[in-house]
């Protein structure tokens, strides 16, 4: 899954992009709100955090503007101010959910994890495709109760693929969602290469054939 961080603090960025990725997820981060309603608007993430006090845009501008676009992004608020009127007055502009900071990055983490749940319509933590169960909580898979053995690369693939099941996804779609600005540059066939690592993975694990491929569309999750 992909995030992008909107914080102007040097620190506090790094820290949530680090944190973040660590957890699995493919992260951008930009430290202004006129940049941050630039990338929700062109990009393409499954959530957003996005801090109040910002410079050229406070985050609450960013949230309506975003909103008034029509513009359903999940997005999460950091702010220092934890009054109740204040929590209540971002809600009311269509924040998804709100914290105050000091927080506890677990609490951040566990939170994120609910609004991406809530971007691909799932209401559990675990999810099982055929003998496929995925743990979105735990960050790992397994196939009749053995776990797999994934590079970081490919559990955000299955993710990305566990959520979209029966759904046709592009390499371009793929690319977007799972690679993020410090990948580098991406050669044409990383995706295909990433792919076939993973199918025979599955394969190797008894589950063979549930990465299938839709000629000149891309591929699809599904129960063999």
Request: charged fraction near 25%; hydrophobic fraction near 40%; avoid cysteine.
């Amino acid at each position: 899954m992909r995030l992008l961080v909107i914080e102007d603090s040097p620190r506090m960025q790094r820290a949530l992009v680090e944190g973040l990725k660590r957890a699995g997820y493919a992260v951008d981060a930009v430290a202004d709100g006129d940049e941050g309603l630039w990338r929700i608007q062109e990009g393409n993430y499954d959530a957003v955090v996005l801090d109040v006090r910002l410079p050229t845009m406070d985050g609450l501008t960013v949230l309506q503007k975003v909103r008034e676009a029509g513009n359903k992004t999940h997005i999460l608020l950091l702010t220092v101010n934890q009054s109740v009127e204040d929590r209540v007055h971002g809600l009311r502009l269509g924040a998804d959910d709100y914290l105050p900071k000091p927080f506890a990055f677990s609490e951040l983490l566990a939170r994120l994890e609910a609004l991406v749940r809530r971007a691909h319509d799932s209401e559990s933590n675990k999810i099982v495709i055929g003998k496929l169960t995925f743990d979105l909580s735990g960050h790992h898979a397994t196939v009749n109760d053995h776990s797999l053995n994934l590079t970081a690369r490919e559990y955000r693939i299955l993710e990305y693929f566990v959520m979209n099941k029966g759904r046709v996804l592009s390499r371009t779609q793929i690319e977007e969602h799972v690679y993020d600005e410090t990948s580098g540059t991406l050669m044409s066939n990383v995706v295909d290469s990433a792919v076939s690592s993973l199918r025979k993975k599955l394969k190797e694990a008894g589950a063979p054939g549930m990465i299938a491929t839709r000629r000149g569309l891309g591929y699809v999750l599904e129960v063999p």
